[in-house]
């Protein structure tokens, strides 16, 4: 994706500059970038170590703070897989089980044990942020585990059809925690599916699986 397309994308998204956000599951930092010329801080977690040099090395020098945690729903310590591809390391089994079976040829030949924090953490120690990315490859679900109050706006990854039982859970949780409206956008268009933002029920009836149009997919579900 295109850094400008990228910033567009959010800069609409924010309509301002924003005071904190949240980029969980960082990777080498490609919306980072953005949420950095967009936001006062920006609070970044990661856990895969190589990915972190890359990350301190890139805004070594800017209003992003590197955390070498992952996200879970409480302080401890997780097994992390590390994948072939660093686009594929995760904490979730699943996850691996689903690629594996898609037919991916990834390999996950190492492990690692890494720390982890809670997202009601994360806002005790820097606050409420007005957003929050959640990019963590399957393990969407455990991080909102750990968020048992309405901060700003939400995104986190959806995968379909493995993960359906996990996204509608987490469509629940943020209902339930006062979400009221909701978006999603395809892949990596960056394109809202719904011109106006939908509500709870809205947006659960068409991501229960025997209404989902779209197949074999993946993106991205908005929440404010």
Same mark, same amino acid.
């Given at each position: 994706?295109?850094?400008?397309?990228i910033?567009?994308f959010?800069?609409?998204? *924010?309509?301002?500059?924003?005071?904190?956000?949240?980029?969980?599951?960082?990777?080498?930092?490609?919306?980072?970038?953005?949420?950095?010329?967009?936001?006062n801080?920006?609070?970044?977690?990661?856990?895969?170590?190589?990915?972190?040099?890359?990350?301190?090395?890139?805004?070594?020098?800017?209003?992003?703070?590197?955390?070498?945690?992952?996200c879970?729903?409480?302080s401890?310590?997780?097994?992390?897989?590390?994948?072939d591809?660093?686009?594929v390391? %995760?904490?979730?089994?699943?996850?691996i089980?689903h690629?594996?079976?898609?037919?991916?040829?990834?390999k @996950?030949?190492k492990?690692?044990q890494i720390?982890?924090?809670?997202?009601?953490?994360?806002?005790k120690?820097y606050?409420?942020?007005?957003?929050?990315?959640?990019?963590?490859?399957?393990?969407?679900?455990?991080?909102l585990?750990g968020?048992?109050?309405?901060?700003g706006?939400?995104?986190?990854?959806?995968?379909?059809?493995? *993960?359906?039982?996990? %996204?509608? @859970?987490c469509?629940?949780?943020?209902?339930?925690?006062g979400?009221?409206?909701?978006?999603?956008?395809?892949g990596? %268009?960056?394109?809202?599916?719904?011109?106006? @933002?939908?509500?709870?029920?809205?947006?659960?009836a068409?991501?229960?699986?025997?209404?989902?149009?779209?197949? %074999?997919?993946?993106g991205?579900?908005?929440?404010?």
């Amino acid at each position: 994706m295109e850094e400008k397309r990228i910033e567009k994308f959010y800069a609409d998204l *924010f309509n301002g500059r924003l005071s904190l956000i949240f980029d969980i599951g960082a990777n080498v930092g490609i919306r980072t970038s953005v949420f950095s010329s967009l936001g006062n801080k920006v609070v970044v977690l990661e856990p895969n170590r190589e990915l972190v040099s890359i990350l301190n090395s890139r805004f070594s020098r800017s209003n992003v703070e590197v955390i070498d945690k992952a996200c879970a729903a409480s302080s401890g310590t997780r097994e992390f897989h590390l994948g072939d591809n660093h686009l594929v390391s %995760t904490l979730s089994t699943q996850f691996i089980h689903h690629k594996q079976e898609s037919g991916a040829k990834n390999k @996950w030949a190492k492990k690692s044990q890494i720390k982890t924090i809670s997202l009601d953490e994360l806002v005790k120690i820097y606050g409420v942020p007005d957003f929050c990315k959640i990019d963590v490859e399957g393990y969407e679900k455990e991080v909102l585990s750990g968020l048992n109050q309405k901060i700003g706006m939400i995104s986190f990854e959806f995968n379909y059809p493995a *993960f359906e039982s996990d %996204t509608l @859970w987490c469509l629940e949780k943020l209902s339930s925690l006062g979400y009221t409206s909701f978006n999603f956008s395809l892949g990596e %268009t960056l394109e809202f599916h719904f011109s106006e @933002w939908v509500s709870y029920e809205d947006i659960s009836a068409i991501f229960h699986l025997k209404n989902f149009p779209f197949g %074999t997919c993946y993106g991205d579900i908005y929440a404010r």
